[in-house]
């Protein structure tokens, strides 16, 4: 029985050994990294990349958050971010019907239906999956509504 034992054993530490070096090759050939590409701007702090405006990684499109950082109200808001976005998306091969999920934070859950009187129709007949919460705090730079958003790309 020991034999027998210590034969699986041997034969399931070669077929670890073979399978996990070439588990290793396969991942060394197609590394994940190279398919990112960095296609909006990179947003530094003190000389320190802190998040880049966008990224394309294979077919999808990463877009960060837009926000609208001057006086207004929440549909004048949601119109510049949506309209931002649109063209981040158009910019980089995608549109608004290619999006397949959104992120819509607010600075007051009160804007809620104000803010979905400018956003329904925006992304076609096939509208995105979509979560919205109100940001406890606000939104950086003062702005009522910040939306991101993930894309196919052509």
Do not use: W
Request: charged share 20%.
């Amino acid at each position: 029985m020991t034999n027998r034992r210590s034969a699986f054993k041997k034969l399931g530490a070669a077929m670890t050994a073979f399978f996990g070096i070439g588990a290793a090759k396969t991942l060394a050939s197609t590394p994940a990294a190279s398919q990112k590409e960095v296609v909006g701007d990179i947003v530094m702090e003190q000389d320190v990349p802190l998040f880049s405006g966008g990224v394309k990684h294979g077919n999808t499109l990463y877009v960060a958050g837009k926000g609208a950082h001057f006086e207004g109200d929440i549909a004048a808001h949601t119109d510049h971010v949506l309209n931002e976005i649109q063209k981040e998306l158009e910019k980089h091969g995608s549109s608004m019907e290619q999006v397949l999920k959104v992120n819509v934070y607010l600075h007051d859950l009160n804007d809620y239906h104000g803010m979905n009187a400018v956003y329904k129709g925006r992304f076609g007949a096939n509208p995105p999956v979509r979560t919205t919460i109100a940001a406890y705090g606000g939104i950086p730079g003062d702005s009522l509504v910040e939306i991101d958003c993930i894309a196919a790309v052509d």
